[in-house]
């Protein structure tokens, strides 16, 4: 296996994730978990790693019918899961993307607003990784990361070493990152 086929989880994984999450968001609702993102009507956002596709409806109502949502993932099962959202809530913006890893099917500097939440540490190359993202990231757009299960350290080290990226706020939860080249 190469390093982007061991990101992938079992599918078995998958569906447990799915199955925790389901639970969790039971009892506290992601509707609002987009809301610091200032994500506004007729943008163009990346969904990056978007697993269950648990934020999609919040994010298609933010941009409208104007407005793209890619739900990009490594998995098949989550693309299934983010079409099974798209048809349940009668979303017109959604574009489910499945990535190798290394690449995805969206245009050069296309997304005013990416995001990759609790996935940066599933990620081995975390440059090829932030180089893409940069890539379909408009010179302007902005990118917010989270650490994932790893420590805050750690995850700006690799947005450093990736020489494409500059982290211009964080939280307590996230880096909100700027392409490099629009702070030169
Ligand atoms: C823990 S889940 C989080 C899902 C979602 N972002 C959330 O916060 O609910 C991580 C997701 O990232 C995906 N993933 C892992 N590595 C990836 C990569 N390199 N590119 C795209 N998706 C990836 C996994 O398949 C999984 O669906």
Wanted: glycine residues 8%; aromatic residues 10%.
């Amino acid at each position: 296996m190469c390093g982007n086929e061991m990101d992938r989880m079992p599918n078995w994984a998958f569906k447990t994730m799915s199955f925790i999450f389901s639970i969790g968001d039971f009892f506290q609702s992601p509707d609002h978990r987009l809301d610091a993102f200032n994500m506004r009507e007729g943008q163009t956002i990346v969904d990056w790693g978007c697993g269950t596709g648990r934020y999609l409806k919040q994010a298609s109502e933010l941009v409208g019918d104007s407005g793209i949502v890619y739900a990009v993932d490594i998995h098949q099962l989550a693309i299934e899961a983010a079409v099974a959202v798209t048809k349940k809530y009668n979303l017109k913006n959604i574009h489910p993307v499945l990535t190798d890893g290394k690449s995805v099917n969206i245009p050069p500097q296309s997304a005013d607003v990416v995001y990759a939440l609790d996935m940066f540490h599933m990620v081995s190359d975390t440059k090829g990784f932030l180089t893409e993202l940069c890539r379909i990231t408009k010179p302007d757009g902005v990118l917010f990361l989270e650490d994932g299960h790893q420590p805050r350290a750690l995850a700006k080290q690799k947005v450093n070493n990736s020489g494409c990226w500059e982290i211009i706020a964080e939280t307590k939860v996230y880096l909100k990152c700027r392409p490099i080249s629009q702070s030169m």
